[in-house]
């Protein structure tokens, strides 16, 4: 082999001198047939065609490293999770912070919400926070979890985006309303993904081997500031530089300034929740801090680029259902709905054995022999243990410590602690919209009010978007809509929109969202 070096091989590792080979039969007069014998020629052609593999539905377009988890703060007193137990431990992390409703190709600079996706690589597991850069989303109910996404998205039948479903949608599902409010204000379009935080919005619980449990939501909170840009400045930089937020992260870990964020949580003991102000459950409403104030556990820091996008980025999957002992799902219709679909994502999108992939894979011991078999398994696949449950045979491949008799299968600490909510939690009507739900997109308006001209960014923001509705019954509808968070505020967008409307004649039903 020696003598080829430098030297390709063929996909089955037979060497060739040259990575451009093609045998064919000249004419002698010029051009040639081709053979089938062009073995190297046939392999890139059939690779070259096949190399894409399905974006994802939604969170295309992202930027993403990796880095730690560092335990700063105690929290042993809620959960007994090993990766948030002792002060200095420190664990893997892989991030990925996208867009949502743009494609894989779209610009960076966008108003949008950002999935801030974290994978924390555990002594017990991977621990997964598949966390957004607001705190709260457009629905509680999951079913409407689609609908929402497809009207953010392309119009199916022109295939550019469209203002009248965007809020053909949001005036039909007005819980949403708080979610806008983030949307059109100054975090809706970040300056970085270095310049945003994460929080869980889900409820999760934190619990004990003791059987104790608390609910909690976890906060992400970047140390490099809140940044923004302005529509204007969005819209022209995704025309001169679209990957904008993948090149300034890499950049900033390139040159040693390591991003990172103290990771906190809002802590709620299951006897003060029927007291609680909200639904803790519902993931359109925060946690008011001066009730539930921040805790701080760890912080995450960046400081490694991905070697290659694919391998590293592109094929990770992140799932709420990822979760070590010591956290486990609430009664939160949103996180319970988002456990199926995210890694029912992953396995249309990546495979069922999408789990093996470096990227994914965990650091600690894997040992599920009734997984087994299926497509590209590059394991040993559990040689001859026993594919069936309820085995007493002592299996070859486990390297772990047999479960005694009684317990199944796991350690028993790690069955599930019970919520005793149902008959003491105030239960949302998820489906029907009340006052209830414009009372704290007033207090986030009231926010901006001490934010030098924020109010007036967010009513251009907006404006900017309805002004490309076409029906005037929506437009009426959707100052309705925010006139229940603030009259004012409801006039006043109004009025900016119409004019905007009034002055533009071209392409009326063009908006400023992508
Ligand atoms: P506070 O009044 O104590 O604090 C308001 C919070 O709003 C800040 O801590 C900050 O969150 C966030 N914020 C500040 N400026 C903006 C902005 N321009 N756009 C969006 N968010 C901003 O919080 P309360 O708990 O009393 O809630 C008041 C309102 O604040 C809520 O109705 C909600 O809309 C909003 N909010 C509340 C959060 C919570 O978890 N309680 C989190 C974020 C916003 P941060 O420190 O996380 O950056």
Known sequence: MGSYLPYYTLAEGAPLPRNDTIEQV??????????????????????????????????????????????????????????????????????????????????????DFRGFAVKI???????????????????????????????????????????NMFWDFHVNSQESIHALMFLFGDRGLPSSVRHVNGYSGNTYKFTKADGT?????????????????????????????????????????NTGEFPSWDVCVQVIHPRDIASAPIDI??????????QFPLRKMGRLVLDRNPSNWLAE???????????????????????????????????????????FLPTNAPKSEVYVPTERDRRMNFTTNYGDDPNYVGSKLKPMNFKGTLPQSGQNGHAANQMKTLDQVE????????????????????ALWEVMAKQDGAQERFINNLAAH?????????????????????????????????????GNHAHPHKTAWH
């Open 26 to 111: 000249s004419t002698g007069s010029g051009g040639g047939h081709v053979l089938l014998t062009s073995t190297q020629l046939i392999e890139q052609l059939a690779h070259f065609s096949r190399e894409r593999i399905p974006e994802r539905v939604v969170h295309a377009k992202a930027a993403g490293a990796r880095g730690y988890y560092e335990v700063t703060d105690d929290v042993s007193d809620i959960t007994d999770a090993d990766f948030a137990n002792g002060i200095g431990k420190k664990s893997d992390v892989l991030m990925r912070i996208s867009t949502v409703g743009p494609e894989r190709g779209s610009a960076d600079t966008v108003r």
């Open 121 to 163: 690589k555990t002594a017990q597991g991977n621990q997964d926070f598949v966390c957004n850069n607001q705190p709260v989303f457009f629905v509680r109910n999951p079913s409407k979890f689609p609908s929402v996404n497809r009207s953010h998205k392309r119009n199916p039948a022109t295939n550019s985006s469209d203002a």
């Open 213 to 253: 449990y608390h609910y909690v939501r976890m906060h992400i909170k970047t140390n490099q500031g809140i940044h923004y840009f302005t529509n204007s400045e969005g819209a022209e930089l995704a025309g001169k530089e679209p990957d904008k937020h993948i090149l300034d992260l890499q950049d900033a870990i």
């Open 281 to 290: 459950f519902d993931m359109t409403k925060v946690w008011p801090k001066k």
């Open 313 to 355: 980025i592109e094929q990770a999957a992140f799932s709420p259902s990822n979760m070590v002992p010591g956290i486990e799902p609430s009664p939160d219709p949103m996180l319970q709905a988002r456990m199926f679909a995210y890694p029912d994502a992953a396995r249309y999108r990546l495979g069922i054995n999408h789990t």
């Open 423 to 442: 008959t003491t939690a105030p239960i949302t009507a998820f489906t029907t919209v009340s006052d209830n739900d414009f009372e704290q997109p007033r």
């Open 466 to 502: 309805v002004s490309g509705v076409t029906h005037k019954m929506l437009r009426e509808q959707t100052y309705e809509m925010f006139g229940k968070v603030d009259a004012k505020l409801g006039e006043d967008l109004k009025k900016v929109t119409e004019a905007k409307l009034e």
